[in-house]
């Protein structure tokens, strides 16, 4: 029976399988397998879903079963605090002046927006965070703006500012010295590299414990440096608080370092910023087309003369497609021929660069025929060519002559002097008679043994009979000041006619530079000859830009065409309560054909004056040979006084009808003609122009003026009238001092200290030019290093001092320093700082939206605005400044600070400084300047100058 049973189940079993596979396939087992699978899956899945469910109930109600019950009061405040939203009060009060708060809220909330802002509320919708910090930012600047108001900038300003820009002058003109000699030995490597590292190589040498290399030159060191720096400020500034919540400070110091400094500084440093902001600054100034084509000779870099170049063409090719007629051809075609001029000046000089053949002075002494003659009579009375005829008579054992020549003149001109106030003493009843006398013998016995005596060294050799006829009148007569000028002659044409001084002096190349300091040289050109040694004299084209080449072209060809004129009469008049002398000047002009015309013009002084500043505006080689007597403020009516000025207008209008003046230059003819012309004088300057003209004008002939070159007396003849005017005994003791100051003064002798003077800060000199007058000592320090003066000799850098004393006194009076300190006020005002305020956020954040990083500049763009920048720092150049230390002097130093600021890593530099200084002046009682050495410590310039100094030390102890 089991196995009938067993049997039909396998049977039914076997036939189920077959019709299964005979229906589905043989695949069919497959598939059965995977449905299975499927469902043994789910049923695992919904059971682990179902008891995790129950254990996460069951473990919950287990926490609650056995902890305390929770205080109702607990979760209420915690749901309140959910509920109720923080809120901060901000005080809009920072510096207590409203004027500067409204900007510098608006500069906080720019900064917050846009480098915190933008990413936080990705993070959190919770404002308390932003709030403190601008809470935190607000502290800090109510603490420096407290500080700053407790601060005297005045010593800041007058003092440690210039002495900074001064010392970092020095440095740079220290690293073009040292290139210069690595270039004389060949020695000279790619040239930015190599003038950074010979700057901060004389840095190093200059502040002996600090080098700033390494946060010039290195972005990451730089931020590390900002980093540090900020991160002290906000210590010294922020509640302790504040300070210790890290991620507040941090985010703080972020901002300030990344967000303000480090995108001030890069601007800041910018040369191309600096240069668009010189020709802002100056940009009132109208272009001076002598300075332009000078910048063009002087340059040395090719890419500013391409640049200039390619803009020139791109103007001509302009013209030259405008199609006009009439009066606006002659327009046109002098602008071409301006536009020719500067391409032609443009491939000179480029030539000349690429192939490497610059010419020096010597090689100009070669052709000195050329070169223009100035009398020695000119150059006994001119301060800047006084002073090299001075070095090469030096140099030729000269000196005791020329010096003897010098004090004669300046005795003669302080005699006169007293005797006329002995005059006037005399009118009054005043018995100084017997005094004066007595000192004026007493300065004559000291000039007759300083130069003339047997005991003279050196002795001025000149006839015996004249000097001996000398001895016999100042021991029986009274001194007057003629007394020397027989000797005074023979010494005079001895300098004149002896081969060893004056005429070698016109061969020798101090001649040359001579020149070049009275803007009186041509500068050689190339003229592109295959071999490249032709050299010719070519100036700067015919005339002014101003004026059409068909005017210009009139006036030179007219040869035939002679113009005579001389002021014939002088007279007072009265126009409506005003009284000023009118000149008659009677003109002759003889035409080609034989004719002649004559006719009388009338022309006040300021007509003069306004045709002179014309004609040195437009000529600037004649300032230096063209003078205008100068006005008078008072009695300018008196008759003698008219017949002077008469006599000097005369010669002034003879001068520049001198037909080899006219000949000289021919453009010259046009502004006299039109003076002269029997018509009312068109003037084309202001009352305030001749104003300041004639203010500076005394100042200008000053220099020429004998009397202050007089004071150029060797140390050892003012050694000896010292000893003179000691025993001087009863004598006025007042009038001995003003003949020892007109006559006698000599430089102060700098005491030498183990230290070089041109390795330490400018500073440290300052105390030599004792003086109490800030402003003096401010403009010698600047002028030292800017013009290099404390390389000419000691008389010059003196007159230089007297004048500016002179300049400062006229102008301000006692009352300079008063001024100063409210100029200082002024800087430092309100208004002042809010205009500052205003400037940075409109910079940074212009119309309210954080300004992208604008593209570099194409560089011929750039180039060309080194170009503009140099050419408008010579056009405002004054011409007294010429006068006092000379043209070429001038124009060096104005290059050199202009150079100085064409390089980026110095500009940071110089920057850095700026900064340091100014927080050691806000914060005096700590010490930063120890700071700043360790935070400039990692330097490796540093490590190798202070192995240097152990080294010569333990060497200078083994010498011992």
Known sequence: MLAETSLSIWGWGGLGVVLFLITFGPFAIFYLAFYILCFAGGCFAVTLLFGKTNSEKYLEKCEHSFLPATQSGIPKTLEEMKQESRQIKIDR?????????????????????????????????????????????????????????????????????????????????????????????????????????????AE??????????????????????????????????????????????????????????????NQLSDPDYINQYVIWMIHDSSCNYEAFMNILKLSDKVGELEAVKDKAMEELQFLRSLDTAGDDINVIKNQINSLLFVKKVCDTRIQRLQSGKEVDALKLVANF?????????????????????????????????????????????????????????????????????????????????????????????????????LAEKLNKEDPMPEIFDDIQRKVYDMMLRDERFYPSFRQHPLYVRMLAELDMLKEPSFRGSDDGDGESFNGSPTGSINLSLDDLSNASSDESMQLHAFISDTGVCNDHGKTYALYAITVFRKNPDGSEDTWKTYRRYSDFHDFHMRLTEQFENLTSILKLPGKKTFN???????????????????????????????????????????????????????????????????????????????????????????????????????LKQSMFKVPPLIQKSDIDPEHCRVSAQLDDNVDDNIPLRVMLLLMDEVFDLKERNQWLRRNIKNLLQQLIRATYGDTINRKIVDHVDLMTSPEQVADHVKHFRDAFWPNGILAETPPRRDKAIRMRTRVAAKTNLLGIMPDELKHIIGADTTRKGILRVFEMFQHNQLNRRLVYVFIEGFLETLFPQYKFPELFIKLHSRSKRMEKYSQKLKTSQVLSLQKR
């Open 93 to 201: 009060r920072l510096t207590g002046a409203s004027i500067i708060d409204e900007p510098l809220q608006q500069v906080i909330q720019f900064a917050l927006r846009d480098y915190i802002q933008y990413w936080y509320y990705t993070l959190s919708d919770d404002e308390s965070f932003l709030l403190e910090i601008r809470q935190t930012v607000q502290n800090a600047l109510v603490q420096f703006s407290t500080r700053s108001k407790e601060v005297d900038w005045q010593p800041y300003f007058t003092t440690r500012l210039v002495d900074d820009f001064a010392t970092h002058l020095r440095v740079f003109r220290k690293a073009q010295e040292r290139m210069t000699e690595k270039d004389d030995q060949k020695q000279l490597k790619d040239e930015p590299e190599e003038l950074l590292e010979s700057f901060f190589e």
């Open 636 to 738: 300018n009516m008196d008759k003698d006084f008219l017949e002077k000025r008469k006599k000097d207008l005369n010669a002034y209008i003879q001068f520049l009808l001198n037909p080899e003046m006219m000949k000289a230059c021919p453009p010259l003819a046009v502004y006299l003609c039109d003076f002269l012309e029997n018509k009312a004088y068109n003037k084309g300057k202001g009352d305030f122009a001749r104003k300041m003209d004639t203010f500076v004008n005394p100042l200008r002939n000053s220099m020429r003026n004998v009397s202050n070159a007089v004071k150029a007396i060797p140390d050892s003849l003012a050694e000896g009238m010292t000893k003179v005017s000691d025993n001087m005994g009863k004598m006025s003791e007042k009038l001995g001092q003003d």
């Open 204 to 265: 190093v040498e200059m502040e002996r414990k600090i080098c700033r290399d390494l946060v010039c030159t290195s972005p990451r060191d730089e931020e590390g440096f900002l980093r540090d720096l900020c991160e002290v400020l906000l210590y010294l500034l922020l509640p302790p608080g504040d300070f210790h919540n890290k991620n507040m400070r941090y985010f703080v110091r972020e901002i300030l370092a990344r967000g303000i400094l480090l995108p001030l500084i």
């Open 369 to 469: 025929g050329k070169l223009c003659i100035i009398p020695l009579e000119h150059i006994l009375v001119h301060n800047i060519a006084l002073q090299f005829f001075m070095d090469y008579m030096q140099q030729k054992g000269g000196q005791a002559d020329l010096f003897f020549w010098l004090t004669v003149e300046g005795y003669r001109v302080t005699a006169q002097q007293q005797l006329e106030v002995l005059q006037n003493w005399q009118k009054d009843g005043k018995k100084q008679t017997n005094q004066t006398k007595g000192l004026l013998k007493a300065a004559a016995l000291g000039v007759y043994e300083q130069y003339l005596s047997e005991k003279a060294s050196p002795q001025v050799q000149v006839d015996e009979s004249l000097v001996e006829r």
